[in-house]
């Protein structure tokens, strides 16, 4: 096969990407060899894209790394308004929900205290986990001595306890209750829970 | 795993403290892509760093039979391209459009060429010299270009990014081919481009 140089100019970009036919690439090297100006077009043709290829061929304006990761600094690993969309999204619906949670609860009115001489206390943590057991009035801090019907007892938050209506245990929560009602009520609820314990046991 | 591999995987859990040591590498390159694009230092550095944010914010989507570099070049390509058409109006073409884009080029007989050693890129001069010879393509054969021989991008990354056919990326990286070759063989023997080597008032393509 013999190309004309026309043919070497319009192909000389793809033999350079080494795309094309062996037979047209076998003909091309031929032409070059004996083509003085085709061959000067070709190494000049490499010579352009090892030149512009190199690195060190575009330089970064001063002080362009340095305020590029300031500028990152601030807009990625300060700032939380770039985070991608689907996480902005699930972070709007925890809080949507938890305003909604938030707003139930407030709706709701509280529980009638399961002893009506108990107080509910103050300050109690509302993730302390505390057991109650199953018809009792109060809550304990796990392991109280006084927990009643133990192989009955259940685990869950302070919140959740009192949410449920149940009160704090005199003996292991006293440090939240206004000691001066507290004893008598917790008395009281104490009492109570020993005698459905009483009568529990004797239906049993 | 390679280092950038782990670092990716870092990014993607949270580890945003890492993202610039990811990208650091790259700079240069979506660098020189911008600027080839718009052709203006500030705008082009503006648009490195939109486009290295718009970058993180996407990296979940980032999957790992991609090339990170042609990635990143190509979010920054997009961007480039964005705020062109957005400044259209201010942008200036140093050289029209080529009517006759699938018409044959003819090189220019420089059969006494010389090449240009890859040492002289260590001088700013000869830098300058064939950023200003880039410049003088039209835009679209300096797009093609840039991104195939400069940024590595391979052809049908190049038609993805520019969002053109690959038959037109190839026929422009020809034509712009053998016009830098022109441009850098009469450069170097008229004293690098003081005067352009065409006849007065045409261009040779």
């Given at each position: 096969m013999v190309v004309s140089c026309e043919a070497v100019w319009r192909e000389i970009s793809n033999y350079l990407e080494d795309d094309m036919d062996p037979g047209l690439r076998s003909a091309m090297e031929e032409h070059f060899r004996s083509c003085q100006h085709c061959n000067a077009v070709l190494e000049g043709t490499r010579n352009v894209i090892r030149l512009y290829g190199d690195d060190r061929m575009f330089e970064l304006p001063s002080g362009f790394s340095r305020r590029m990761e300031r500028w990152l600094t601030r807009n990625v690993v300060v700032s939380r308004g770039t985070w991608p969309g689907w996480l902005i999204a699930a972070v709007a619906a925890v809080l949507v929900a938890s305003s909604l949670t938030l707003a139930r609860s407030l709706m709701t009115p509280n529980p009638p205290l399961r002893s009506e001489h108990a107080q509910a206390g103050h300050g109690i943590p509302p993730d302390m986990v505390v057991v109650v057991t199953e018809g009792a009035k109060l809550f304990h801090v796990p392991g109280c001595e006084v927990i009643h019907n133990k192989d009955k007892q259940r685990t869950l938050t302070a919140k959740e306890a009192t949410r449920e209506g149940y009160v704090p245990c005199l003996r292991c929560l006293r440090k939240y209750l206004n000691l001066a009602g507290a004893r008598r009520a917790g008395a009281h609820a104490e009492k109570d829970e020993q005698r459905e314990a009483a009568i529990r046991a004797a239906v049993d | 795993m390679t280092r950038e591999q782990q670092l990716i995987a870092s990014v993607q859990q949270g580890r945003r403290e890492l993202f610039y040591e990811l990208v650091r590498p790259y700079e240069r390159r979506v660098y020189a892509a911008a600027l080839a694009i718009l052709r203006n230092e500030a705008d082009a550095e503006e648009v490195c760093q939109e486009a290295m944010l718009k970058a993180f914010a996407h990296i979940p989507q980032f999957r790992a039979e991609a090339r990170f570099s042609t990635w990143l070049i190509q979010i920054t390509v997009n961007e480039a391209l964005m705020r062109r058409r957005r400044d259209r109006t201010v942008v200036m073409e140093g050289l029209a459009e080529?009517?006759?884009?699938e018409g044959n080029y003819t090189p220019r007989d420089f059969a006494d060429w010389r090449e240009i050693p890859s040492e002289a890129l260590e001088r700013k001069e000869v830098r300058q010299r064939l950023a200003e010879a880039l410049a003088m393509l039209d835009r679209k054969y300096r797009e093609v270009f840039m991104m195939r021989?400069?940024?590595?991008?391979n052809i049908q990354e190049t038609a993805e990014a520019l969002g053109i056919s690959t038959a037109s990326v190839k026929t422009r990286l020809l034509r712009a081919r053998l016009m830098l070759r022109d441009l850098l063989a009469a450069g170097w023997e008229r004293g690098w481009f003081s005067r352009l080597p065409f006849e007065k008032g045409s261009k040779p393509w």
């Amino acid at each position: 096969m013999v190309v004309s140089c026309e043919a070497v100019w319009r192909e000389i970009s793809n033999y350079l990407e080494d795309d094309m036919d062996p037979g047209l690439r076998s003909a091309m090297e031929e032409h070059f060899r004996s083509c003085q100006h085709c061959n000067a077009v070709l190494e000049g043709t490499r010579n352009v894209i090892r030149l512009y290829g190199d690195d060190r061929m575009f330089e970064l304006p001063s002080g362009f790394s340095r305020r590029m990761e300031r500028w990152l600094t601030r807009n990625v690993v300060v700032s939380r308004g770039t985070w991608p969309g689907w996480l902005i999204a699930a972070v709007a619906a925890v809080l949507v929900a938890s305003s909604l949670t938030l707003a139930r609860s407030l709706m709701t009115p509280n529980p009638p205290l399961r002893s009506e001489h108990a107080q509910a206390g103050h300050g109690i943590p509302p993730d302390m986990v505390v057991v109650v057991t199953e018809g009792a009035k109060l809550f304990h801090v796990p392991g109280c001595e006084v927990i009643h019907n133990k192989d009955k007892q259940r685990t869950l938050t302070a919140k959740e306890a009192t949410r449920e209506g149940y009160v704090p245990c005199l003996r292991c929560l006293r440090k939240y209750l206004n000691l001066a009602g507290a004893r008598r009520a917790g008395a009281h609820a104490e009492k109570d829970e020993q005698r459905e314990a009483a009568i529990r046991a004797a239906v049993d | 795993m390679t280092r950038e591999q782990q670092l990716i995987a870092s990014v993607q859990q949270g580890r945003r403290e890492l993202f610039y040591e990811l990208v650091r590498p790259y700079e240069r390159r979506v660098y020189a892509a911008a600027l080839a694009i718009l052709r203006n230092e500030a705008d082009a550095e503006e648009v490195c760093q939109e486009a290295m944010l718009k970058a993180f914010a996407h990296i979940p989507q980032f999957r790992a039979e991609a090339r990170f570099s042609t990635w990143l070049i190509q979010i920054t390509v997009n961007e480039a391209l964005m705020r062109r058409r957005r400044d259209r109006t201010v942008v200036m073409e140093g050289l029209a459009e080529h009517p006759d884009e699938e018409g044959n080029y003819t090189p220019r007989d420089f059969a006494d060429w010389r090449e240009i050693p890859s040492e002289a890129l260590e001088r700013k001069e000869v830098r300058q010299r064939l950023a200003e010879a880039l410049a003088m393509l039209d835009r679209k054969y300096r797009e093609v270009f840039m991104m195939r021989d400069m940024e590595h991008l391979n052809i049908q990354e190049t038609a993805e990014a520019l969002g053109i056919s690959t038959a037109s990326v190839k026929t422009r990286l020809l034509r712009a081919r053998l016009m830098l070759r022109d441009l850098l063989a009469a450069g170097w023997e008229r004293g690098w481009f003081s005067r352009l080597p065409f006849e007065k008032g045409s261009k040779p393509w």
